[in-house]
Each structure stands twice: as C-alpha cells, then as structure tokens.
Nanobody, 125 residues
Framework: QVQLVESGGGLVQAGGSLTLSCAAS????????MGWYRQAPGKQRELVAA???????NYADSVKGRFIISRDNSKNAIYLQMNSLKPEDTAVYYC???????????????????WGQGTQVTVSS
C-alpha cells in the first residue's frame, strides 16, 4: 500500500507565502513524475507544477515566477514553495505521484498514479 500525505496548507494574506509538503510512504520501488494540482470551488482540477525524476520542472502560467516545486528523493517527498500568493490561488491542493512498487517492478509493470487527500490553501485579500 502506498500513501501520499500533504501538509502545510492554511490561511494567509495576499502577498504572503506558504510551503506545502507531500511525503510518500509504503512499499515504494521508485518514484517517477510528481506534481501538485489544485481545485477551486466550481472549477476543474488543474496542474500547478510538476517535476520529473530527473528534476525537470513545469509550471502553470498562472504561477510561474511565484511558485517553486522541488523534490527530495531520499525522503520520497515533494514540496511547493508558494510566494506572492493571490486570492485566486485559493483552492484545495493535491499531491500526485507516479510510483512503482517492488512487486510491479518484478513483474515488469508500469508506475501507478497516486493522490494525496488534499490540503486547503486560502488567500485573503
């Protein structure tokens, strides 16, 4: 069993900063692409930032220059540093990871997609 657990959400004033963390636990052989998504009320879930196993990063246009995604492979964790927050950044933020379990590796399988439970970020104006 694999679990992703996010932390670090909360309430912040516009212009402030927050750092989200996501740690994976369980039976993990390797972690491939990882990312952060968000979903605001009444809107579809959208990609915020992604990072490959090699460290290549991709950001949504709306957060470029303000958010930084990073990963620590030794801890099976990713982070999202959010600066200059705006009210429109308010959403539930979800961690996502493609993880290969040992048994899947032995069988020549492919990574499975996992989601965290989400953490609320609220930015007040």
């Amino acid at each position: 069993q694999v679990q992703l657990v996010e932390s670090g959400g909360g309430l912040v004033q516009a212009g402030g900063s927050l750092t989200l963390s996501c740690a994976a636990s369980g039976s993990i052989f390797s972690m491939n692409d990882m990312g952060w998504y968000r979903q605001a009320p009444g809107k579809q879930r959208e990609l915020v930032a992604a990072i490959t196993s090699g460290g290549s990063r991709n950001y949504a246009d709306s957060v470029k220059g303000r958010f930084i995604i990073s990963r620590d492979n030794s801890k099976n964790a990713i982070y999202l540093q959010m600066n200059s927050l705006k009210p429109e950044d308010t959403a539930v933020y979800y961690c996502n990871a493609k993880i290969l379990r040992p048994i899947e590796s032995l069988r020549g399988g492919v990574p499975s997609n996992y989601w965290g439970q989400g953490t609320q970020v609220t930015v007040s104006s």
